[in-house]
């Protein structure tokens, strides 16, 4: 079983810069593809980026392409997600996930391993 813990989560102002850090349990995390997604309050779940096993590869959702960055360290079973100019509209509960096998990595539903989610709030 894996477990994911996020950190980095807070109170920021528009322009402002984050870092998020998701932390794994386990032997498993360099076998694992690891996304990011977020849920804003009365919305859906939604893809924000995510990183193949050796890091090679990344994936962005459009509106945060030039923003936000997204990167792991295998050594320490440690995702990240670098948060740059902020908007309110970023507003969301962060949530990083793994997925074991190879599927789409913009669908919630092919991961596997959840965290219990960051708060990230936006302030204009």
């Known amino acids: 079983q894996v477990q994911l813990v996020e950190s980095g989560g807070g109170l920021v102002q528009a322009g402002g810069s984050l870092r998020l850090s998701c932390a794994a349990s386990g032997r498993t995390f360099s076998s694992m593809a690891m996304g990011w997604f977020r849920q ?9 980026a995510a990183i193949l096993r050796s890091g090679a590869s990344t994936y962005y959702a459009d509106f945060v392409k030039g923003r936000f960055t997204i990167s792991r360290d295998n050594a320490k079973n440690t995702v990240y997600l670098q948060m740059n100019s902020l908007k309110p509209e970023d507003t969301a509960v962060y949530y990083c996930a793994g997925m074991s096998g190879s599927a789409n990595l913009r669908d919630s539903q092919n991961y596997d391993y959840w965290g219990q989610g960051t708060q990230v709030t936006v302030s204009s």
């Open 40 to 48: 804003a309050p009365g919305k859906d779940r939604e893809f924000v």
